[in-house]
C-alpha cells in the first residue's frame, strides 16, 4: 500500500465513504483497503484502551474520528504497517 493509498483510505474512514455494495473494482480494491486500515485502527485502539480480546468491543464513529485526529507521522507509519500486515495475512489464506 503507498503512501497515498494510506492517506486515501485515511480520508474515506473519516468521511464514511465506505461503501457496503461497491459496484466497480477500484471501489472494491478501496473498500479492501479502508477495512484493513480500520481493521488495524481498531487493533491499536483496543490495545491503547486495554480491553481484552475475548469482550467484545466496537469503536464508535466519533472515536474512530478523534484516533484519526490523533494520528502523528509515527503513529501513521506504525498503522499502515499493521495495515499491511493484514493485507499480507489476507494474501495467505
Known amino acids: 500500500m503507498t503512501r497515498k493509498e494510506f492517506g486515501q ?4 474512514i ?15 480494491e478501496e473498500a479492501q ?11 491499536v ?3 491503547l484502551r486495554i480491553i481484552p480480546e475475548e469482550k467484545m ?3 464508535t464513529r466519533a ?3 478523534e484516533f484519526i485526529d490523533s494520528l502523528n507521522e ?7 504497517r499493521i495495515a499491511e500486515e493484514e493485507e499480507e ?3 495467505d489464506k
Do not use: D, F, N, T
Request: glycine share 4%; with cysteine; net charge positive.
Open 14 to 28: 473519516r468521511q464514511g465513504r465506505i461503501s457496503r455494495q461497491p459496484s466497480r473494482a477500484a471501489e472494491v
Open 45 to 47: 485502539m483496543r490495545s
Open 63 to 65: 472515536q474512530i474520528l
Open 57 to 59: 468491543w466496537e469503536p
Open 89 to 91: 495475512i489476507e494474501e
Open 9 to 12: 483510505a485515511i480520508e474515506a
Open 74 to 80: 509515527h503513529r501513521r507509519r506504525m498503522l499502515k
Open 33 to 43: 483497503r479502508a477495512g484493513r486500515v480500520l481493521a488495524a485502527m481498531c487493533l
